[in-house]
T-cell receptor, first 111, second 114 residues
Framework: LAKTTQPISMDSYEGQEVNITCSHNNIATNDYITWYQQFPSQGPRFIIQGYKTKVTNEVASLFIPADRKSSTLSLPRVSLSDTAVYYCLVGDNQAGTALIFGKGTTLSVSS | DTGVSQDPRHKITKRGQNVTFRCDPISEHNRLYWYRQTLGQGPEFLTYFQNEAQLEKSRLLSDRFSAERPKGSFSTLEIQRTEQGDSAMYLC????????????FGSGTRLTVV
């Protein structure tokens, strides 16, 4: 499975856009890039998934360059409730490999 | 769709006792995963099932850990002869083969071994 590297922590203020970048230099051809969010004492929650270019949903956008060796999760206009741990993962679900989580990025949003 | 349900939410047990946790996945999902999470760490993958078949169990932490998914519905995770190091949050997630990695996680069972 491709290893991912992301910042341990980030700080932001309410109303700002937050971009969390993840490196995955040895991503395989069939791997997808997936992001999860986790609040304390809760299970992780799926945010977004993509393969290439840009994916957007009601929560976030995911930008993936052509070489796919990195990706950026973009959270528009964060609020205090976006304070959480964000995990970047890569893998091939069709092949049956389970997601392997790293330590994630702890995002702290202040007022 | 009531989400993934885990029972109990909290469990306190004495060292050496056996414990069993239950996970009820989303009914349409054919895959079920177990993870363990300790403080400050990301979830650690333990095992997963596709329908009733356990397709990956090499990451179970020791032979004290076992999981079942009879009839491809709910699943149980058992820890025998618990140790203090087993204290953690045990998470269950479900998904389906064609659903990418959009797993749905339960709220977990927090185990404390005293």
């Amino acid at each position: 499975l491709a290893k991912t590297t992301q910042p341990i922590s980030m700080d932001s203020y309410e109303g700002q856009e937050v971009n969390i970048t993840c490196s995955h230099n040895n991503i395989a051809t069939n791997d997808y890039i997936t992001w999860y969010q986790q609040f304390p004492s809760q299970g992780p929650r799926f945010i977004i998934q993509g393969y290439k270019t840009k994916v957007t949903n009601e929560v976030a956008s995911l930008f993936i360059p052509a070489d796919r060796k990195s990706s950026t999760l973009s959270l528009p206009r964060v609020s205090l409730s976006d304070t959480a741990v964000y995990y970047c993962l890569v893998g091939d679900n069709q092949a049956g490999t389970a997601l392997i989580f790293g330590k994630g990025t702890t995002l702290s949003v202040s007022s | 769709d009531t989400g993934v349900s885990q029972d109990p939410r909290h469990k306190i047990t004495k060292r050496g006792q056996n414990v069993t946790f239950r996970c009820d996945p989303i009914s349409e999902h054919n895959r079920l995963y177990w993870y363990r999470q300790t403080l400050g760490q990301g979830p650690e993958f333990l095992t997963y099932f596709q329908n009733e078949a356990q397709l990956e169990k090499s990451r179970l932490l020791s032979d004290r850990f076992s999981a079942e998914r009879p009839k491809g519905s709910f699943s149980t995770l058992e820890i025998q002869r618990t140790e203090q190091g087993d204290s953690a949050m045990y998470l269950c997630a479900s998904g389906w083969t064609g659903g990418g990695y959009g797993y749905t996680f339960g709220s977990g069972t927090r185990l404390t071994v005293v």
